[in-house]
């Protein structure tokens, strides 16, 4: 099955997902880091589980009418470690524009805000030689499938 025999809605928003993503990410390690601040009140709390809840329960429903969601795990091929602290100042070259480093995080919200296991599988190589992947997302607590779909999407191999 692939997206365009869903019903409309079936599918989560990716930029609303990575917003509620980035705003968690950022309110957990404020809370936590050393150093770090937390800028979050209550009510804006409360409303951030709230909104995580009804995107895990769209993500569940998907993943009751599909055995497994396919998608890129990352905007690009693997590339050169960048160790620069200041996330806002690195950035990957894709499709020949310069995109900010955070925007990648898009690709991993998805499992990581619903909290579903995610298995990523290199696919081919891309330029440079650097692997190009997929991650596979199941439903919760089905890790085990995940990495049977990875096995058999790594053991298709490349079509020339």
Known sequence: MSAADLPPGALPDLAVLHRAYQQWVMTVLGAFEPGAECDLNAH????LVADRGRLRAQCFALLERV??????????????????????RRTLRIDGEDTPYEA??????LAS?????????PVMAGAGG???GVQVIGPWLHD?????????????????
């Open 44 to 47: 804006e709390w409360i409303r």
């Open 67 to 88: 055995d497994a969601i396919v998608m890129p795990a990352f905007g690009c091929a693997a590339f050169a470690h960048q160790d620069d602290p200041d996330w806002g």
């Open 104 to 109: 990648q995080s898009a690709w991993a919200s």
């Open 113 to 121: 805000l619903a909290s579903l296991p995610a298995t990523a599988v």
């Open 130 to 132: 650097l692997p190009l």
């Open 144 to 160: 085990r499938g995940t990495i049977d779909v990875a096995r058999r999407v790594a053991g298709a191999g490349p079509r020339a």
